[in-house]
């Protein structure tokens, strides 16, 4: 059974940093898909980070030079790294895992990724 726990989420102040931990479970990697998406209260879910089996990761243009991911293949897990964060940031961040390659544009994936995480609340103020 895939499991996908985040962690790492917290309340902090406009400029702070944040690093959000998706620990999976379950899954043998080869093929894949994973991405970090967040909803903001009132607004509809949106990609931020995008990371392929290839190699190949792309970000929303709102986080671009404020975000970094990246995944631990010993450990698997897959990290996002939040600078300068803004309170436009606030959210609840979720990661997602795809059996498959990623069918995105950028951060605009069109295939409904098979696993979702449970989410972690982010508040910048």
């Known amino acids: 059974q895939v499991q996908l726990v985040e962690s790492g989420g917290g309340s902090v102040q406009a400029g702070g940093s944040l690093t959000l931990s998706c620990a999976a479970s379950?899954?043998?990697?080869?093929?894949?898909?994973m991405g970090w998406f967040r909803r903001a209260p009132g607004q509809e879910r949106e990609g931020v980070a995008v990371l392929s089996s290839d190699g190949t990761i792309s970000y929303a243009d709102s986080v671009q030079g404020r975000f970094a991911t990246s995944k631990d293949n010993a450990e698997n897990t897959l990290d996002l790294e939040m600078n300068s964060l803004k309170p436009e940031d606030t959210g609840m961040y979720f990661c997602?895992?795809?059996?498959?390659?990623?069918?995105?544009?950028?951060?605009?994936?069109?295939?409904?990724?098979?696993?979702w995480g449970q989410g972690t609340q982010v508040t910048v103020s």
């Open positions: 379950g899954y043998t990697f080869g093929t894949y898909c």
């Open positions: 997602a895992l795809d059996r498959w390659a990623c069918v995105c544009d950028g951060v605009l994936c069109y295939r409904e990724f098979d696993f």
